[in-house]
């Protein structure tokens, strides 16, 4: 018996029989936590007052650290129950937003968290560049269950992400080295989110000219 704990290769012919989760709700596992670090700042001394627990935490940011750490630990857990395995990347982001978290509540240092999508999207960007020059096109572990595409196909998508996660991290350097905190929390959500569905919009044409799909269905024709 070869269950494994993480989503299998892409390349693996058994993994287009593993059952598939619905969309939405991977979206909401994946952005929840993040909405939850954002209002939980934004309503950071509201939520001290009606739990005197989370007081001792210190200020919004803190408190929205420590439910950040929370979320992200729920949505894997229940992505485990709905699976039985683990998505690799957001549990990469997931390992960081644990270590980062607790460094910044155990020195109360607001840094180490704000470091975090720098450190997970240069790390993403490493990889799916690094396995390009290795031969392998790893954004399938992200994207295979939506699209199929050729190996062409595949290799130009994990070379532009690749770019992409590197333009995010110097990006997030900007952000939370030149403007406030609350302007770093609401440009996480409202700023890297609409940048990210947008340049996600901007790879259709390619996808569409690569999707397996397509080509079958012009073969019947």
Do not use: C
Request: charged share 15%; proline share 5%; net charge neutral.
């Amino acid at each position: 018996m070869n269950n494994s704990i993480f989503e299998r290769d892409p390349s693996d012919p058994q993994k287009a029989t593993r059952e598939s989760i619905n969309p939405v709700l991977k979206m909401a596992l994946e952005l929840g936590p993040l909405m939850v670090f954002f209002f939980a700042n934004i309503r950071g001394e509201w939520l001290a007052q009606k739990f005197p627990t989370l007081a001792g935490l210190g200020e919004p940011i803190f408190i929205a650290t420590g439910l950040f750490m929370v979320a992200t630990a729920v949505a894997l857990a229940v992505s485990w129950l709905l699976m039985r395995t683990l998505p690799v990347m957001p549990v990469v982001s997931g390992i960081v937003v644990l270590v980062f978290g607790a460094l910044t509540l155990w020195l109360h240092d607001d840094e180490f968290i704000k470091l975090k999508p720098t450190i997970v999207n240069t790390l993403f960007g490493v990889i799916l560049l690094g396995g390009l020059a290795l031969g392998k096109s790893l954004l399938g572990y992200v994207f295979d269950s939506a699209f199929h595409l050729d190996a062409a196909g595949w290799k130009k998508l994990t070379l532009r992400w690749g770019l992409f996660f590197l333009f995010l991290a110097v990006l997030n350097e900007i952000v939370w080295r030149n403007f406030s905190t609350d302007f770093w929390v609401a440009f996480k959500v409202w700023g890297t989110i609409p940048i990210t569905l947008l340049f996600t919009l901007t790879q259709m044409p390619l996808i569409m000219r690569h999707s397996l799909e397509d080509k079958t269905a012009g073969a019947d024709r």
